[in-house]
């Protein structure tokens, strides 16, 4: 336990701005700290601001941006911003919270403890809400998989993700991950969690009440992750290993722990306000909570339970020690708090109490360390905001010059489908996703890497069904249209597997907003997301923006992740990706198409990311996937698997290999006009879902689509004998299409 | 005869106890009791299920600490006077460590976490616990462990081995015990044993992760079906 009083801690340095500018502030945002306070800021102030003003915290270089989202309507019970989380109404009175946020920067120096803390961090963003967590999912890009120090931060990525899910107990569902050469440095690891909650006991990350008491609760704080935020808001660089310490640890079961002491006090209505400590710690949940509820706050720093010795009231603030809560509770009501908390083996302790006014009053061995006006820290408050500069980045012009009919045509098309499965965007992820437990409070319908991840709700009908998208290289060949497709593809997944889209989370992954290039991405990609959820009807609940993924080459593509929550509102309507009938006709949902610009196809033959990303026309998009949600409603459809990555003749591929029995598919009719064999079966065009129907059901399935007026075609039928068969084209045994698809990226990690 | 009643002890860190509870009281529909893990007894129940999970986080030897908890006295105590305790995942982790089970489960030979389903052939159906499957059958059935690597002496083995007391195996889906099939290199492919009593199982897989269709399987069904069973069984012949 603490034993600062006995020990003298260290002089605090002279606040000056040149302090001020290597805490990363800017000499204005320098000026208007002094406006404010209308004096120097103390030490600790200065720590204070620049943590509460990094781009972590404060969103200042995307906000104005981020408010043209549709964040408001249909189910939404919570809008984007206001709470921890997003949370959607979802019928029986019940609503589903979710969020995914980044955690690049940790991973990329330190990838165990970073991912494993990334997990911990958005899994207590879902728990404050008063939310069980029941499903986690993360979306990865990680360089090229032939290079050494890529497979170093992908196994322990993986295992991060893996040991601190695993033993919190929430199944890893879903989730997606890409290998490109413009990760290398700079992964990203965004990690998303969704969880349910009653809706009359939703808890609010707020500070009320004159008098009512502040508990710090969960893990004792140590010296770990101070400045946590503010690295995650530099670009990646050599010094970046230094970095190291600003890296939390994570401790999945004490967070276990955590989890259901919260639970159990917010159930039993013992709790005014709650927030999680993650990005700026204790500072960023008192003062964000003090903000809301337009209140002050007093905390006395003695109180606060350390794990280290001399700790200032600098570090105390600034440390990111994981597993830690900031509680409000009224004070009759502290002594049955403390004692769900000390049940769990949790530290809990009174550190102070809301007061009047605007003012979060810090003291520690009896002097004021730091008065700060709780409303000029925030976003929303008087935290900046910026627009900043955009110019559309000149290698657009150089990359759209190609002409696709410069491509040689192939000689064997199998050989080109049998690379496509083995490459490693495509490949079978099982090596990472058998690491996860994917099954843990039997919850868990599909299997991981199905179209999206099927939750079922215990004691209802329904279903949730959940996924991530995005496809880096369609926004980096046109950032506005590969967003849209994020949207889409995501909302098709959630789709092909029963589910209604209800609403998105993002994680907005860019490189450095200064460059006005970059910026140029960002704004367009935010309006992608914007002008593709219109359509869909899916607000953006909330979420998260990471800058500066950068390393000392370039930025990573522009990667705009969109996490989607869907509801099946009924178990029965429940869809595999996979055939399991011989004899099922099989019939594509939309036009066919032959664009390869940004495809594995092309990426394969030329080693370039190249052309422009596919068409995307958003409301033929939503008409195609109501009538794919209609014809699964009406129990028509026996499998529906989207067209991605590695074009029509991948996604036949892995629908004849996902049942795990042997049955094959033979493709005998493809549509007259076709100008480019090789475009059509492995071009990636948008708005394409294959279905399959009982032979029976085929006139009544066209009749239904005509009326919806959706191009599609017959291609054929499932058959008993293992072999994907496309006209002449292709024929080969499904086993050996699985060998490629299974054994790639574990042979690739043993070399 | 009255509903069973199962209890299911709760360690800080098991995560499979609400899975065991679903399993017990929605599929199988007994009674359930959850027993925190700092009581002194585990009351009047008729079972004990020690569930799966990362109990105290597993930071030290698995299972290690759990056997000190308040409550595994009295689960020792249950054990010896002939009380039927079932131990999975973490649980037999626990129970070797208590001493209920011989043995030890030591990394998987791959060292890594392991989630998948698995096939377990049926190596005695004279058990408390597998009296409803035929000898041979082969279950599917989840496993999720990184420590289920089951290890033990050379004469111990033989004594497991002589005396019936291994119950299931891993194996491939036609039945055959191969090396391959095993996920984490245990010894003779073990995944199940029972000691030499009969009345305490310990297994790595997980039953309660197979007991309806939309898990994938509904094979771990047989084995709380043969828990039932012998309790039927038992009080007819009592």
């Known amino acids: 336990m603490s034993t600062q009083t006995l020990t003298e801690t260290k002089p605090e340095p002279k606040v000056t701005l040149e302090l001020a500018l290597e805490h990363g502030l800017t000499k204005e945002e320098y000026e208007k700290i002094l406006q404010i306070l209308g004096r120097v800021p103390t030490y600790t102030e ?159 990350a707020i500070a009320k009440g004159l008098g009512n008491l502040v508990l710090i609760v969960g893990s004792s704080t140590g010296r770990d992750g101070i400045h946590g935020a503010t690295f995650a808001s530099e670009e990646i660089s050599e010094a970046s290993e230094a970095k190291r310490p600003s890296v939390q640890v994570g401790d999945p079961f004490t967070e276990k722990l955590l989890l259901e002491a919260t639970l159990e006090a917010i159930g039993q209505g013992l709790i005014v306000g709650i927030q999680d400590m993650g990005a700026a710690g204790l500072t960023c949940s008192s003062t964000e909570m003090s903000a809301k509820g337009n209140s002050g706050m007093e905390m006395n720093l003695d109180n606060v339970p350390l794990r280290e010795e001399a700790m200032t009231s600098y570090e105390i603030l600034l440390s990111e020690s994981q597993e830690r809560m900031l509680l409000v509770v009224k004070p009759e009501n502290e002594e049955a708090v403390s004692k769900i908390f000390r049940k769990w083996d949790l530290e809990v302790s009174v550190i102070g109490k809301v007061t009047g006014g605007e003012f979060v009053s810090i003291y520690q061995n009896g002097e004021l360390k730091a008065k700060v006006p709780a409303e000029t820290l925030v976003l929303g408050g008087g935290a900046p905001v910026y ?36 490459a490693p965007n495509i490949a079978n992820k099982g090596w990472a996703t058998r690491q996860y437990d994917s099954k843990v409070r039997s919850n868990t319908v599909a299997e991981p890497f199905s179209d999206a991840a099927i939750i079922r709700l215990k004691g209802t009908n329904k279903a949730l069904a959940v996924k991530t998208d995005c496809n880096g290289r369609y926004v980096y060949l046109n ?24 609403g998105i989370t993002n994680c907005l992954n860019f490189g450095n907003p200064y460059d006005p290039e970059v910026y140029w991405q960002f704004k367009e990609a935010v309006g992608g997301i914007g002008d ?43 869809t595999r990706n996979y055939f399991s009938n011989p004899g099922d006709i099989i019939i594509l949902l939309g036009k066919f198409g032959e664009e390869v610009g940004g495809s594995e196809y092309l990426y394969q033959a030329t080693g370039k990311v190249i052309g422009d990303a596919p068409g995307l026309d958003l409301n033929y998009e939503k008409r195609l996937q109501e009538l794919c949600l209609k014809l699964i409603r009406a129990g028509i459809i026996t499998s529906a698997h989207d067209v991605s990555e590695g074009g029509l003749a991948v996604s036949l591929a892995e629908s004849c290999m996902g ?93 | 005869m009255s509903k069973l009643k199962v209890g299911i002890v709760v360690f800080p860190g098991s995560n499979r106890d609400h899975d065991a509870q679903y399993a017990m009281e929605s599929v199988m529909k007994l009674e359930t009791r959850l027993i925190w893990h700092k009581e002194g007894s585990v009351g009047d129940v008729d079972a004990v299920i020690l569930p799966g999970g990362f109990s105290y986080g597993d930071y030290l030897r698995c299972g290690a600490i759990a056997r000190f908890s308040p409550i595994m006295t009295d689960v020792v105590r249950f054990a010896k006077s002939g009380g039927i305790v079932m131990g999975i995942c973490n649980g037999f982790q ?27 052939r049926v190596e005695n159906n004279q058990t408390r616990f597998s009296s409803q499957c035929n000898q041979g059958d082969v279950l599917r059935v989840l496993i999720a462990h990184g420590d289920g690597n089951y290890f033990a002496e050379p004469d111990t083995v033989k004594r497991l081995e002589d005396n019936r007391q291994i119950v299931f195996r891993y194996c491939d889906e036609r039945g055959n015990v191969t090396k391959e099939s095993s996920p984490n290199g245990s010894i003779n492919n073990i995944a199940g044993i029972i000691n030499e009593q009969g009345n305490v199982l310990g297994m790595m897989p997980h039953p309660e992760n197979a007991v309806e269709p939309v898990m994938g399987s509904s094979d771990g ?17 009592a």
């Open chain 1, 479 to 502: 950032p506005r249209r590969g967003a849209q497709i994020a949207v889409a593809e995501s909302a098709r997944n959630v789709v092909c597997t029963g589910g209604l889209p209800l």
């Open chain 1, 387 to 422: 627009h900043r500069e955009t110019k559309e980045p000149t290698y657009l012009a150089t990359v759209k010059q190609f002409d696709p009919g410069t491509l040689p045509i192939p000689n064997d098309f199998n050989a080109v489908l049998l690379k496509l499965l083995a």
């Open chain 2, 94 to 120: 626990i129970l070797a460590e208590a001493g209920l089970l011989p043995g030890v489960l030591l990394r998987n030979e791959s060292l890594k976490f392991v989630c998948d389903f698995i096939n377990l």
């Open chain 1, 532 to 574: 593709a959820c219109r359509v869909f009807e899916t607000p953006v609940t909330g979420g998260n923006v990471s800058f500066y993924n950068e390393s000392p080459d370039a930025a990573v593509y522009p990667t705009p992740v969109i996490g989607m929550v869907g509801l099946v509102e009924n178990m029965r309507h429940v």
């Open chain 1, 659 to 751: 049942s795990g029995q042997p049955i094959g598919a033979a493709i005998e009719r493809l549509p007259d006009g076709i100008q480019r064999l090789d475009f059509a079966l492995f071009g990636e065009s948008q708005s394409r879902i294959i279905i399959t129907v009982r032979l029976d059901d085929l006139t009544r399935t066209e009749d239904m689509i005509k009326s919806d007026d959706i191009d599609f075609t017959v291609l054929g039928q499932v058959t008993p004998e293992p072999r994907l068969i496309i006209g002449k084209a292709i024929n080969i045994p499904i086993e050996s299409a699985r060998s490629a698809y299974v054994n790639a990226i574990p042979t690739l990690m043993s070399e």
């Open chain 1, 46 to 204: 200065l720590g204070i601001y620049s943590v509460m003003w990094s781009e972590h915290c404060s969103y200042k270089n995307s906000i104005a941006m981020l408010k043209t989202l549709p964040r408001s309507g249909g189910r939404l019970l919570v809008g984007a911003g206001e709470e921890n989380a997003g949370l959607i109404d979802i019928g029986d009175g019940l609503a589903v919270a979710f969020k995914i946020e980044s955690h690049n920067h940790p991973s990329a120096v330190e990838p165990y403890q970073g991912a494993a803390t990334g997990v911990g961090g958005i899994m207590r963003d879902i728990f404050t809400m008063g939310a069980r967590p029941i499903a986690s999912l993360n979306s990865l890009r990680f360089g090229n998989l032939t290079d050494k120090r890529v497979k170093h931060l992908f196994k322990n990525v993986v295992k991060g993700i893996g040991d601190y899910g695993n033993s919190f107990g929430v199944p890893t569902v879903a989730g997606e991950i890409y290998f490109d050469d413009c990760y290398r440095d700079n992964p990203l690891v965004n990690a998303m969690a969704v969880g349910i909650v009653e809706t009359n006991k939703v808890a609010k």
């Open chain 2, 221 to 237: 069904r047989k084995i709380f079906e043969s828990l039932v069973e012998s309790f039927v069984y038992h009080s007819l012949s």
